[in-house]
């Protein structure tokens, strides 16, 4: 078998009958359809079942959709103006049934001719408990001709420009029929192995791609659709799984050989914890790949709260026990900030000295610390992206951390493994949790870590959904809450475009709650994106030390800040917020053994969407479960935390709706891999041309 043939795919659609370079025009602008390949995988959304003839007196209201073959017997124009409509009486042997139309009577009345045959095809509704097409399809029936269609008729989805030149959402159906006659069964080889693949129930290509279009039965047209579902997801997760072999293979990577004194001392002297089962099991996985000489990819997934940072250090110190330098990258500069704090204390105390560059830190303070890290006299360096500049140069870097990953592009960490040869090792570290089937598709080419635990007496986080008549009863439960001696957050949100009418409300809530809790009995912290970073500092910093009670800000503070003081969280205008960011903004309290609670304050009238959030909130605190549902309400393109990602292009298959089949996929293309990790048994050859042939959906180049 060869693929040559897919040259024949690879023809400009103008080429096809019926197309010309007017309309081609439009499929290349309108649909990105540039070739008949793309023709054959522009795939139609919904079917018209002509394939039975209903008869009258079977119909009934729940039908949808009915197709009837009979005699047309009389037609008249009734009623005035607005009201004006033809009625037309059609009969078939079991009974008479009304067609009605009320637009378009001159120019259906001259095609229609009582005592003829016709076949009528529309949506069926009852008046006064008959039933009734309203502007059905009509077509005159000629003699011999056979009435059922063989094939269900295909819809796809088109554009107004595309209407007005002839190509409706059925006209396109006609190109493709066009096309699919033109093609042999041998112009659509099969690339899968199905042999292997039993006992999967899976057509063959060809015959799916004929099936998916013009099914004979909606029974194939599903078993069409699961077979071209299965390719997309079993392709995917090859190339996935290649680019990760590959890695593991041929990369080279630096080699922390031992665990040396500076971790066992951390780890045995001076943790005022222990740690979970799950850091345990995470800092082993770490510690074996690590010690490969192959370069580490690894994505840590963890919910809120579950304890990254401190194995992120204990990471850190693996390093530097075996010569090498590391840093952490985090995306804003209060996060700098709360690491550098954080782990200087803890590292202090076993004589390594910690460096921080973030954009605010002073002309000369950075040129030293830039020395410092080129002629490796210092460690370890925390910073925003200010780390991946040109002129940061490290001696010896061997490990890289990036906190909340979601907020850097691939191209930006590229940029820091860059910085040394070997490249250093790499863990990347989410702020809330992926789907899994996120998780799979968009980051299966990393190596994947789970802290699928939380430390121990950690109670759940009361999460009640408020509108603003209960605001009162809300201060007053801040205010006793503060007079336990906790503190409080007051989230705003902050939604780029209308930056300035957020802006005015958060100065607006600011004041109210200033007015209800006035100084000197009370302090309040305010800080957002519109401060210079040294106020937000000096602002972040006083809570953080307990000097103020309340904070009150707008999503800046959202990631990784913790204060295990603080005991409230209100998050104001709720429901202008997505269930990930919600999540991740709860997770800034019931950081302590303290009993917390998250206030989400919305309006009063809300979408189903909104109110779907707000009860998931209010339902559950596992991120994990969140992160699905999120998935579900949204789509994964709109998910935090999606790569820009070619992986997620599925034209057919949905990772909400198909997650087992992408469970089957993946584990088809490991037990493939592992018999033939090159492809090069003859059973694969047609699989590793289809794979080359089709490289533009992803690229096979190493991330992160
Ligand atoms: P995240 O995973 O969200 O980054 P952090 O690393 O900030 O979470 O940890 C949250 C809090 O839990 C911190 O106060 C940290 O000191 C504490 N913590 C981490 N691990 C443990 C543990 N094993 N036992 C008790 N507390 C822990
Ligand atoms: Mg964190």
Partial sequence: MSFSSEQKLQ???????????????????????????????????RHIDRTRINTIDSLLPDMDFVQ??????????????????????????????????????????????????????????????????????????EP????????????????????????GGRALGRLTQTLLAQLKDSDLPEPLPLDELKPLP???????????????TPQ?????????????????????????????????????????????????????????????????????????????????????????????????????????????????????????????GLLEKVGVSVGLLTGSIKTKERKQLLAQLADGSLSLVIGTHALIEETVAFKKLGLVIIDEQHRFGVAQRAQLWKKSSPPPHMLVMTATPIPR???????????????DELPPGRQPIKTVHRFEK?????????????????????????????????????MKGYEEVK????????????????????????????????????????????????????????????????????HQLRGRVGRGTEKSYCVLMTGPKLGADARERMRIMTHTGNGFEIAEKDLMLRGPGEIEGTRQSGALAFKLASLVADRSLLEVAREKAAQLLEADPGLDQASHVSLKEFMKIRKGALSWSKIS
């Fill in 470 to 506: 209960d605001r009162a009863k809300v201060m007053d439960f801040i205010k006793q809450e503060i007079e336990l001696g906790r503190q409080i957050y007051i989230i705003y949100p902050l939604i780029e475009e209308s930056a300035k009418l957020d802006y005015e409300n958060l």
């Fill in 11 to 45: 023809q400009p659609i103008e080429y096809l009958k019926g197309v010309g370079p007017l309309r081609a025009e439009l499929l290349k602008k309108e649909l990105g359809i540039f070739t008949f390949g793309d023709l054959l995988e522009y795939y139609p959304f």
């Fill in 202 to 216: 899976l057509l063959e290509r060809s015959r799916a791609l004929r099936q998916i279009h013009f099914p004979e």
């Fill in 220 to 344: 194939l047209y599903q078993q069409a659709l699961q077979r071209l579902k299965f390719e997309e997801l079993f392709i995917s997760q090859l190339r996935m799984q290649l680019v990760r072999m590959q890695r593991h293979r041929f990369s080279e990577g630096v080699v922390f050989e031992k665990v040396g004194d500076r971790f066992n001392e951390l780890y045995k002297h001076h943790l005022s914890f222990e740690l979970t089962g799950a850091q345990k099991r995470v800092i082993k996985e770490i510690r074996a790949d690590t010690a490969k000489g192959k370069q580490m990819n690894r994505l840590l997934q963890g919910d809120v709260g579950s304890g990254k940072t401190i194995v992120a250090v204990l990471t850190m110190l693996l390093a530097i026990d075996n010569g090498y330098q590391t840093c952490l990258m985090a995306p804003t500069e209060i996060l700098c900030q709360q690491h550098y704090a954080s782990v200087k």
């Fill in 68 to 141: 009837l073959a009979g005699t047309l017997v009389s037609s008249e124009v009734v009623g005035q103006r607005a009201g004006k409509r033809l009625l037309v009486t059609f009969k078939d042997r079991t009974g008479t049934i009304e067609l009605a139309w009320f637009q378009g009577i001159n120019w259906v009345q001259k095609l229609l001719q009582p005592g003829y045959s016709y076949l009528v095809y529309g949506r069926i509704s009852f008046f006064n408990g008959r039933p009734q097409l309203v502007h059905p399809e009509i077509e005159k029936i």
């Fill in 515 to 582: 007015a209800f809790f006035p100084e000197p009995r009370y302090w309040i912290s305010m800080v957002h994106g519109r401060q210079p970073a040294e106020q937000k500092e000096i602002n972040m910093k006083r809570f953080v030390e307990g000097d103020t009670q309340i904070m009150v800000a707008t999503t800046v503070i959202e990631v990784g800040v913790n204060v295990p003081n603080a005991s409230v969280m209100v998050i104001e205008s709720a429901e202008k917020f997505g269930l990930s960011q919600l």
């Fill in 144 to 167: 011999e001709q056979p009435l059922e269609k063989k094939f269900l008729e295909p819809v796809y989805a088109t554009t107004e420009k595309l209407k007005s030149k002839g190509l």
């Fill in 437 to 451: 089937t996120l998780a799979m598709t968009a980051y299966g080419d990393l190596d994947y870590s789970i802290i």
